[in-house]
T-cell receptor
């Protein structure tokens, strides 16, 4: 079983709709969870992180965490064509020194006009 | 403006060559990471370092080594390049702690022929 799993997509949504991206993780001891966005040919950049159960909102983005179900999601409201990218879920498993992020394979999102 | 700089954007090397990929960060971060990114496989951690001269193996360390002699610089070494090491290599850095963002360099696309 992979440590962090995401549906590779592509996930296609119409402009203005809500995009829902999902991620599951295997390490129950994981403490913090990150969503990165990666445009084609570019490096990943952080959208937001979450470490408490429940929802965390930042503008059009909402991260949701359910530690009991080992599930984290990202909702993008009012999706725009500029949101078309690959979204990477990352988990800090809290093992060893430092924070060693483990990434999922990413979900490709396409927002269509 | 935070910066992680990788020495080369594109690199072509021959099989059997010793290859050095250099990464420098100017944010005084304790943690530095080397990932490789391949289609369908996502970002996979090769090595990370949480302090000068300290290193830990990631998920795929075989065929690679690293060096961190100064806090700001983290080098990835391919001892004898092989064609299966053709990939996009991404360096990242972060401060210590659970909820700290990892900042990525622009990536080095390495082709081994």
């Amino acid at each position: 079983q992979k440590e962090v799993e995401q549906n590779s997509g592509p996930l296609s949504v119409p402009e203005g709709a809500i995009a829902s991206l999902n991620c599951t993780y295997s390490d129950r001891g994981s403490q913090s969870f990150f969503w990165y966005r990666q445009y084609s040919g570019k490096s990943p950049e952080l959208i937001m992180f979450i470490y408490s159960n429940g929802d965390k909102e930042d503008g059009r983005f909402t991260a949701q965490l359910n530690k009991a179900s080992q599930y984290v999601s990202l909702l993008i409201r009012d999706s725009q064509p500029s949101d078309s990218a690959t979204y990477l879920c990352a988990v800090n498993p809290l093992t060893g020194g430092g924070n060693k992020l483990t990434f999922g394979t990413g979900t490709q999102l396409k927002v269509e006009l | 403006d935070v910066k992680v700089t990788q020495s080369s954007r594109y690199l072509v090397k021959r099989t059997g060559e010793k290859v050095f990929l250099e990464c420098v960060q100017d944010m005084d971060h304790e943690n530095m990471f080397w990932y490789r990114q391949d289609p369908g496989l996502g970002l996979r951690l090769i090595y990370f370092s949480y302090d000068v001269k300290m290193k830990e193996k990631g998920d795929i360390p075989e065929g690679y080594s690293v060096s961190r002699e100064k806090k700001e610089r983290f080098s990835l070494i391919l001892e004898s390049a092989s064609t299966n090491q053709t990939s996009m290599y991404l360096c990242a850095s972060s401060t210590r702690g659970l909820n700290t963002e990892a900042f990525f360099g622009q990536g080095t696309r390495l082709t081994v022929v």
